[in-house]
T-cell receptor
Framework: QKEVEQNSGPLSVPEGAIASLNCTYSDRGSQSFFWYRQYSGKSPELIMF????GDKEDGRFTAQLNKASQYVSLLIRDSQPSDSATYLCAVTGTSGTYKYIFGTGTRLKVLA | DVKVTQSSRYLVKRTGEKVFLECVQDMDHENMFWYRQDPGLGLRLIYFSYDVKMKEKGDIPEGYSVSREKKERFSLILESASTNQTSMYLC???????????FGQGTRLTVV
């Protein structure tokens, strides 16, 4: 079982719709959860981080964390074509180490 | 403005060559790591360093070594380059566990 799992996609949504990206992780000791966006040919950049159960909102983005279910999600409201990218879920604080564990990413396509 | 700089954006090397990839960060971060990124496989950790002269193997260390003689610099070495090491290599750094990782621009290495 992979430590961080994401559906590879592509996930296609029409412009203006809500895009929902999901991620599950295997280690209950995980402490911090991150969403990175990566445009084709570019490096990942941080969009959101979340440490506590519940929702965290920042503009059009909402991160949701459910530690009991070992599940973290990213919602993008009013999706724009410029949101088309690969979204990487990352987990840290796993088993007392300092390592980031990345999922393989979900490719999002927002259709104009 | 935080910065992680990789020495080359594109590299072409011959099979059997010794290859050096350099990464420098100006944020005084303790933690640095090297990933390779391949289509469908996501980011895979090669090596990780949490302090000067300290290193830890990641998931795919075979064929690679690293050096961290100064806090700001983390070098990845391909001892004898092979065609299966053709990939995008990403360096990143962060201050402590559970904080944002900052990525370099990536080095696309082609081994012929």
């Amino acid at each position: 079982q992979k430590e961080v799992e994401q559906n590879s996609g592509p996930l296609s949504v029409p412009e203006g719709a809500i895009a929902s990206l999901n991620c599950t992780y295997s280690d209950r000791g995980s402490q911090s959860f991150f969403w990175y966006r990566q445009y084709s040919g570019k490096s990942p950049e941080l969009i959101m981080f979340i440490y506590s159960n519940g929702d965290k909102e920042d503009g059009r983005f909402t991160a949701q964390l459910n530690k009991a279910s070992q599940y973290v999600s990213l919602l993008i409201r009013d999706s724009q074509p410029s949101d088309s990218a690969t979204y990487l879920c990352a987990v840290t604080g796993t088993s007392g180490t300092y390592k980031y564990i990345f999922g393989t990413g979900t490719r999002l396509k927002v259709l104009a | 403005d935080v910065k992680v700089t990789q020495s080359s954006r594109y590299l072409v090397k011959r099979t059997g060559e010794k290859v050096f990839l350099e990464c420098v960060q100006d944020m005084d971060h303790e933690n640095m790591f090297w990933y390779r990124q391949d289509p469908g496989l996501g980011l895979r950790l090669i090596y990780f360093s949490y302090d000067v002269k300290m290193k830890e193997k990641g998931d795919i260390p075979e064929g690679y070594s690293v050096s961290r003689e100064k806090k700001e610099r983390f070098s990845l070495i391909l001892e004898s380059a092979s065609t299966n090491q053709t990939s995008m290599y990403l360096c990143a750094s962060y201050r402590q566990a559970n904080t944002e990782a900052f990525f370099g621009q990536g080095t696309r290495l082609t081994v012929v």
